[in-house]
């Protein structure tokens, strides 16, 4: 598939420094030597896919500014990244598929080898705005899967106290759009505490913790890409392959189900 246009896609990416801030740039300095060294052909023949999203229209989104973090750190590890904004997305409705927005995002979704979702923390779970991204990429594009078999890193920040609801909340979801969910996960408790004037995250155990979490995102990446297909092909779909031709979409099988009953009624 071609690389998706995006408004953030393009050469100078949002999260890329210019300048004094580029040549004081911590993750220029990341030992991540021993991450990258058992993929390294691999890693030149073929980047890791990665989209990154995030949950706020606020100005000052530090869920934002985690987002742009993460993405360093992966491109720092030789991985291809696109952000994705959600400004200007329609609420999930039945009319809207064409949208521009839409067609961006699920384009950049079916792109994508891994995730990373970092979201706020907002009434003791996640935000609208993220939750919406995630209603817009179906389970199934035809017979294309836009989410099944991509690894996927989960992050939160809170106003507040250091809470795990969010992130909790956002393995739900990536177990549910058939995801594999790596077994780390970054939380950032009092968030406007700990990104600097210039948007970047002061230096101490949390920033450690969102390295850890973006390297053995693109290690378990690298590892399951190559056989994703293999660990997500279940028995019911390659029947329901055999018997209709091609997997069904659900409102086809609703349909279906409605002419079965009234075919018997």
Not at 138 to 161: D, E, M
């Amino acid at each position: 598939m071609a690389t998706p246009t995006s408004r953030e896609s393009s050469e100078m990416k949002e999260w890329h420094l210019k300048g004094q801030a580029l040549e004081m740039d911590w993750v220029k300095a990341l030992d991540v030597a021993d991450a990258m060294s058992c993929f390294e052909e691999s890693r030149k023949e073929h980047p890791l896919k990665v989209l990154v999203l995030y949950g706020s229209l606020r100005t000052t989104s530090y869920s934002k500014l985690l987002a742009c973090e993460f993405a360093r750190i992966l491109e720092r590890l030789g991985a291809d990244v696109r952000m994705y904004n959600p400004a200007g997305l329609p609420v999930k409705d039945d009319v809207s598929e064409n949208h521009p927005k839409v067609v961006e995002l699920r384009a950049l979704s079916q792109w994508s080898e891994a995730h990373v979702w970092c979201c706020p923390e907002q009434h003791g779970t996640i935000t609208a705005v993220f939750k919406n991204q995630i209603d817009w990429i179906p389970l199934s594009l035809g017979s294309v899967r836009p989410s099944q078999g991509r690894t996927l890193a989960v992050a939160q920040v809170n106003g507040g106290s250091q809470s795990f609801n969010t992130v909790n909340t956002l393995r739900i979801l990536g177990r549910w759009m058939r995801m594999i969910t790596i077994p780390n996960q970054s939380s950032v408790p009092k968030a406007w505490t700990e990104f600097d004037s210039t948007g970047r995250m002061k230096a101490g155990s949390l920033r450690d913790r969102v390295v850890d979490v973006a390297e053995e995102l693109y290690k378990f990446s690298m590892l399951l890409r190559d056989h994703s297909a293999f660990l997500v092909d279940r028995y019911s779909e390659r029947k329901e392959k055999q018997e209709k031709g091609r997997l069904l979409s659900q409102a086809e099988k609703e349909a279906e189900k409605k002419t079965d009953v009234a075919a018997t009624g």
